[in-house]
């Protein structure tokens, strides 16, 4: 193997990366040569160099704080939900009588309309009619 | 041609890694089911690990930490539907890594306030004093220290991949979103330049 071949290899061979053919080849290189056997033995120093990069560290209540945050953003998302769900279906039921013009039902009310003449429930079917059909 | 093998300097440990690995799936899981103390404690583990691959990128400690909370809540809104096609870890470096590149860019459309820090003649970096052994050797790592922080941003990435979080070229190829052969290219090219850094200061020594 010629030194600039091996040179090229000895990062990799370093990691542990080549296969088992190369990774001989690049060895016995490095055992033959002083040159390359130097630059395996700096780029040994520059790992060590590498793990002794300064490192910062977070507060230690960050996970804790990060935990809060995600649940209070889940609350905001799903706030709805702090309703009782019972509760918010009868309201949603109720909330949709009251806008019956948005469903076709609302179109052949009359059948529904039984209530004795100008009666609030008269009245109100009378309008929904109108107004479904309108 | 790029000729690729790991080999596992610590087969003892695989084991140990796979639980490791096993441990990571179920807190994700549980987390995709909205387990806060999960988490919680999924953070603690890799908070650290996170904040340092960040800052090593982007050599801002409040970015960092910003981004490094950025990456976790991506993580808790993630987490349902995380496939296992790889190490849990391997998805947050690549959802911290996809930040910082996104921040870097954000960053130089508006001007880039970061130094310069492009890795210049290694000459530059000297200090007249090299009067001792000790001191010359303190001087090397610091400009060494120093140099590191120069590097490229993909070529810092990939060493402190590697280096520090012990990932494979294969894992950090999917990290970095490349090909094997970049990086090996990236990690030897930074090898080389730290290396005439450290030449160069060793041969104007006395």
């Given at each position: 193997m010629h030194c600039s071949k091996a040179c090229e290899k000895i990062s990799a061979y370093l990691d542990h990366e080549l296969d088992s053919e190369l990774s001989q080849q690049v060895a016995h290189h490095i055992g033959q040569c002083d040159d390359c056997r130097e630059v395996f033995q700096d780029f040994q120093k520059i790992n060590a160099t590498v793990r002794e990069w300064p490192k910062i560290e977070l507060a230690p209540d960050f996970a804790r704080q990060l935990g809060r945050m995600v649940e209070a953003k889940e609350g905001q998302a799903t706030g709805r939900l702090s309703v009782p769900w019972p509760l918010w279906r009868f309201v949603q039921s109720f909330i949709r009588l009251l806008d019956a013009t948005r469903y076709s039902s609302a179109q052949t009310l009359d059948e529904f309309n039984d209530f004795p003449p100008f009666s609030m429930g008269y009245i109100y079917f009378k309008l929904l009619d109108q107004s479904g059909r309108g | 041609m790029v000729v690729i093998k790991r080999q596992s300097p610590a087969a003892p440990g695989g084991n140990e890694s796979a639980s490791m690995e096993d441990i990571d799936f179920n807190t994700i899981k549980a987390i995709g089911r909205g387990d806060r103390s999960a988490f919680e404690l999924f953070v603690k583990k890799y908070q650290n690990p996170v904040v340092n691959f960040i800052f090593r990128y982007v050599r801002d400690r409040f970015t960092a930490q910003d981004l490094t909370q950025e990456v976790f809540l991506k993580v808790f809104q993630g987490a349902g539907e995380?496939?296992?096609?790889?190490k849990v870890s391997n998805w947050v470096f690549t959802i911290a890594f996809n930040l910082c590149a996104n921040e870097l860019k954000r960053q130089k459309r508006r001007g880039y306030p970061y130094p310069d820090l492009s890795l210049g003649d290694p000459a530059e970096l000297e200090c007249p004093a090299h009067d001792q052994a000790g001191t010359r050797k303190k001087e090397l790592e610091e400009d060494l220290m120093a140099a590191l922080d120069r590097l490229p941003e993909n070529q810092r990435a990939a060493l402190w991949l590697r280096v520090n979080e012990d990932l494979s070229y294969l894992e950090i190829s999917q990290v970095l979103n490349i090909s094997l052969a970049g990086v090996e290219s990236l990690i030897f090219r930074a090898r080389k330049q730290l290396r005439q850094l450290m030449r160069g200061r060793n041969g104007s020594s006395p």
């Open positions: - | 995380f496939e296992p096609r790889g």
